[in-house]
DNA sequence: ATTAATCTACCTTCTAATAGATAGATTTCT
DNA sequence: AGAAATCTATCTATTAGAAGGTAGATTAAT
């Protein structure tokens, strides 16, 4: 892994464990163990790195996306749902959840990354709700995209009730709920 | 109102806006019109501003319960919806998730009192859910508790993902299919 | 030889926090 | 009632450290 990847992943980390505003160049660079002014040569400003990261999330998402979509409906939504419970399990929350928080302080290249971000995560889910309609698997009362922003939403609250309660079999009984709640009968 | 409130109030702004670590005391200082030593004098360390915060929701929001008390579920249940809704709209997100993005970062003492406040919310909306499940205005496939978590969290999710897209349609699109499908038929 | 990646060294601004002073209000002592 | 002591809320001035960022030198890779 390059020094650059480094710096990336553990941005990372730092967004997804505590946020965009708690880490500094200088948190980064002494775990990497290069200087400050070295980050600054792959990413000028903060903003840059904070960007390079929504970046690689959305990219590594794509491409799931793409390795599974020969799958049937319930296993997709089972994968998508199993990201997040991988999540907290770690104890993170979502990149979109963490930024979202501090919006009004970010960046404008990281508001348009997030964006886009969140974008395709709802657009992703709809699909395979709808795919699901379709072949009868899956059920619900309102149009599809709202049920998609349910299921999201609930999984991103979530990951921030159960890192507060710290009681993880909370957020499995959800995440069950979730998928029965979807198949169920008619 | 005194100079400490104004202090709380607008540490509260700035913590439902953008987060614990996106504002400073000269922040405050400047707006209040005071200096940054006077709201040490209030608020020892900014961990004490931040639980004063907290205590100050949760005593808001334990009252709101109280006065309350009589109506029934439905009502109830919309007026806790409300809440959120309203959040949305001034384009907030709510204080336990705000401090849930970042808590590694933060200090016992708010780590305690957020918990307090969130368990204060879930017992909340349990007991309404359970009153409504009684009296047969509600029904729900999953225990009370469960429930209570799924909408939380849903409402919770929702204005994160409602204020990076920005489309407040969403949200009461959201909150409607909600309150339907607890009153759905049987 | 050029470019890429890193370093050293520094700057400026911000941050949280502390110490000590002051002026006015309130309480307590005699 | 008057004096003494204490409390409240603020101030000024300062600190140590961290923040994000820049400039220029050095080393390694192609």
């Known amino acids: 892994m390059t020094t650059k990847e480094s710096i990336i992943e553990l941005a990372e980390k730092y967004m997804r464990g505590s946020g965009y505003h708690t880490f500094s160049f200088h948190d980064i660079s002494r775990i990497v163990g290069i200087k400050t002014s070295s980050i600054h040569y792959h990413f000028p400003v903060k903003a840059d790195l ?12 794509k491409q799931l996306k793409e390795e599974t979509s020969e799958s049937d409906p319930v296993k997709k939504m089972a994968l998508f749902l199993s990201i997040y419970s991988r999540m907290g ?44 309609e379709q072949s009868g698997i899956f059920s619900f009362e ?5 049920k998609a922003l349910m299921i999201i939403s609930t999984v991103m609250g979530m ?6 309660s710290d009681e993880p079999d909370e957020f499995r009984s959800v995440l069950r709920a979730i998928l029965q709640d979807l198949q169920k009968s008619r």
Chains 1, 2 share one sequence.
């Open 89 to 132: 399990a770690e104890s993170n929350v979502c990149l979109a959840g963490s930024v979202a928080t501090g919006l009004p302080a970010m960046e404008e290249k990281i508001r348009n990354r997030i964006q886009e971000l969140s974008g395709f995560i709802v657009e992703w889910v709809t699909e395979i709700l709808e795919e699901g």
């Open 142 to 146: 309102t149009d599809a995209k709202t």
């Open 159 to 164: 990951l921030q009730l159960s890192r507060i």
């Open 50 to 61: 904070g960007e390079a990261v929504i970046k690689e999330r959305l990219k590594r998402l």
